[in-house]
C-alpha cells in the first residue's frame, strides 16, 4: 500500500482524510477507491483541473498544490511541483530493488520486455511508458522482492538522459538500431548514441543487429543468434513457432517469429545472470502473450498476422522476414510509417521494394501506397473492400503501419495508419464466412 502519511522525499502536507492507495495514476479517468490521483501539468491542462473529478471517484489521495480533501499537498512555488515530488518519489522507492532492467531500442521494445520480464517472474511496465508513467511503476513495485522490467522509449534528445536518472537500470538493454523519430534524433548515429545512455548501469547488452553500434563500449555484450556473446542455438521456425536452445535447455514458442526468439534468447541470458534455473524460465517463455498488434497470430482458414500497433522500417523489414519465410500465399498490407523526417519516401520505397521481394501480394494504403505496394490504395476504405475480396483459404496476411494515435478515425483512414482496424475486418470475415 502507498501510504501518503509515511516518510516521503519530500517536503508535503498530508491532509488528515488522505488514506492509503493501492497505485497511483495521472489519469483521472483511472481514479477510484484503490487508486490515487497525482495533479501533474500537462501540454493543454493542468492536472489540478481534474482533482474534484478524482475525489468524486473515491480516490484514497491526491498528489497536488491544491488545498482539498484527501490531499498530499507539496508546496506551490512553481507549476512542475507535483511532478517534481512524483519523480523523487519514485527514486526512492526504486532505490528499494536489487534488480532493475530497462530496454530501449528502434523495435522490438515491448516484446523483449515482455518476454525478459517472463523469464525473470519480474514486475512490468504496461505499454503506456511516459514518465509519469513509468514513475507510478516505480512507486507501486519498487519495493517488491521481484525485478523490474522497464520499457524506455524515447523521440527527442536528452531523453534518455532523463529516463535513465529517475529508473537507473541495473542492466541496460538496446534491441536494435533503425529509423524512428528522425524528425526530433536527426540521424541513425543519433538515435544510436541517444538510446545508448541507457548503457550505463552494472550490465549492458545488446541484440545482435545493434551490437555493430556499440562494438566500440567496453562491456558492452550481445545476445541473439550468431556472432554475439550469448548466442541461441540451433533456431527452428516453422508455421507453428519458433525453438531453440540456450544453455543445453530447449525452449519452444508458439506462434513465434524470429524476433520473438530473440526477445526470448535475452530472457534466458537475464535469467542465467540472475541465478534463476533456466528450465523454468523457458517454461515460463513459452507462455508469453504478447499485447494486440506485436506479431500476434491468427491462424484459421487463413492466417493474419496483427502486427498492426506501430511501425518502422526496421520493424518492418523484420516483420517482411518472418512473413516470407511462411508457406502459403504471402500478402503484405503495409500503410505509412511516421515521424521519419525528409527521407520518408525513400525509406517508405526501400520497404516497399523489401515487400515485394518476400510477398507475393503487396498491398500499400496512404500517402506513400505506391511505394509500399504494387496495389495501392489511398484510404483505408478503399483497400478494405479489394482486399476482403481477394484474400483466400491458406493465405498468409500480415498487417503493419504506425498508429497514428492522436488522430481520429477519419485521419487515420486517411493517412493509412491505425490498421488495427484491417485487422479486424479480416477477422470478422474469415470468421464470418
Known sequence: MLDPHATLPFAAVPHPEARPARRLTWDSREASPDVAFVALPGERMHGNAFVEAALAAGAPFVLTDLDVPRALRVPSQEESNARDALFAWARQERA???????????????????????ALEAHYMPVYNTMPAIACFLIEYGASDRPLVVEMGIDRIGEMAELVDLVRPDVGVVTSIGPAHLEQLGSIEGIAREKGVILQGRRALVGAQAAPYYSQNPGVESYGFGNVTHAGQDLQVTPEGAGFSYGGVDVALPLAAPVQAEAAVLGMVLAQQAGIPLEAAASRLAQVSLPGGRYRVHPGRYTVIDDAYNASPLAVQAALDALGALPGRRISVLGRMLELGPTERELHAQVGSYARERADLTYGVGPFAAELGDRAFATVPELLGALTAEVRDGDVVLIKASRGISWTPEQRAQEGVGLDVVVNALLQARDNG
Not at 530496454?103 to 521494445?109: F, H, L, R, V
Open 96 to 118: 528499494r530493488n536489487s534488480l532493475v532492467v530497462g530496454i530501449t531500442g528502434s523495435a522490438g521494445k515491448t516484446t523483449a520486455k515482455s518476454y525478459a520480464a517472463a
